[in-house]
């Protein structure tokens, strides 16, 4: 036994189910066809072709459009999207009062997300702006599948951007950009993706600390440099003694360049203009005389 359900529409779907006697029923479900054109839609059509004929030559001044080479155009004809995909780029023809279009632009846009304030993971407050590049790859998810992708992608860049600095320590912040410059971008192309939008580059402008924080940086760097400075001093120092134990070794091994020494230093000395002189006076010369003194009297050194 076969039963049959009818009803007006183009699109059928079967679907089998028992009856209560036991024997098989093919029942024959119509659906409607969301793409069919109704009685209305085809009059109005054919009353805007009417009008065309009728202010012809004026109408094709509204019927014709152009769109550039960068740009592409969306056509719906009462609010049905029209056969064929986008328009452009060139001309392209459209029925007044039925027929209405949106263009869309193919170019890179760029914006500026305001600055956010973000508490890093080891809980210190900065204030972090960023700047978003981005380009529509497909105009027809960017009418139909969001309201307005512009609006959109700005607020879900601000957010994006809490949310991936959150994440992180200051250190990184300051010393990572690239890393989060990458990771943002990553996000935003993912979720923008059903949109028709494609994120390109994100790029993070300015971190802004607070003040307090920024004088304990510079203290902290600046007690660095010192340290660092005193170790240089000391390993300087290290390496000048060396130097003059080497010296002292050559010069005990040949006596006259002691005395090129002593001769150096007397030109280095001159040379500043100074008005007293110091000669540096052996106590070898004066041994004899101190030995024929007496053996009770110590030699002592005289003064320079």
Not at 88 to 117: A, H, N
Not at 230 to 244: N, P
Request: with cysteine; aromatic share 8%; glycine share 4%.
């Amino acid at each position: 036994m076969h039963a049959e359900i009818r009803s007006m529409s183009t699109r059928r779907d079967n679907v089998p189910s028992h009856c209560d006697t036991g024997t098989t029923c093919a029942i024959t479900i119509q659906m409607p066809n969301p793409h069919a054109v109704g009685c209305v839609e085809k009059f109005a059509t054919f009353f805007s072709f009417l009008l065309v004929i009728i202010t012809f030559p004026f109408s094709l001044f509204e019927c014709f459009k152009v769109v550039q080479e960068f740009e592409r155009a969306v056509i719906f004809r009462l609010g049905r999207l029209r056969k064929g995909g986008v328009r452009g780029p060139g001309l392209f023809f459209i029925l007044p009062c039925v027929d209405t279009y949106r263009k869309v632009d193919l170019r890179t846009v760029s914006f500026d997300v305001p600055p956010q304030e973000v508490l890093t993971r080891d809980s210190v407050t900065v204030a972090v702006d960023a700047v978003v590049y981005y380009r529509i790859k497909e105009p027809l998810n960017a009418v139909i599948r969001v309201a307005d992708y512009s609006a959109s992608t700005r607020l879900l860049a601000a957010t994006t951007l809490r949310n991936v600095l959150g994440m992180r320590d200051l250190a990184q912040l300051l010393s990572d950009r690239e890393a989060i410059s990458h990771m943002m971008q990553t996000n935003l192309d993912v979720a923008t993706d059903p949109w028709g939008v494609e994120v390109e580059r994100v790029e993070i402008k300015d971190v802004r600390l607070p003040v307090q924080l920024q004088r304990a940086m510079a203290a902290e760097a600046e007690a660095d440099r010192e340290a660092r400075a005193k170790i240089i001093a000391a390993e300087g120092e290290i390496k000048a003694s060396k130097a003059l134990r080497e010296a002292s070794l050559v010069m005990i091994d040949n006596p006259t360049a002691l005395q090129l020494r002593y001769l150096q230093s007397l030109n280095t000395i001159s040379a500043e203009k100074n008005s007293t002189i110091i000669f540096p006076f052996p106590m070898d010369f004066l041994k004899t005389f101190l030995s024929g003194a007496g053996p009770s009297i110590p030699p002592s050194p005289l003064p320079i």
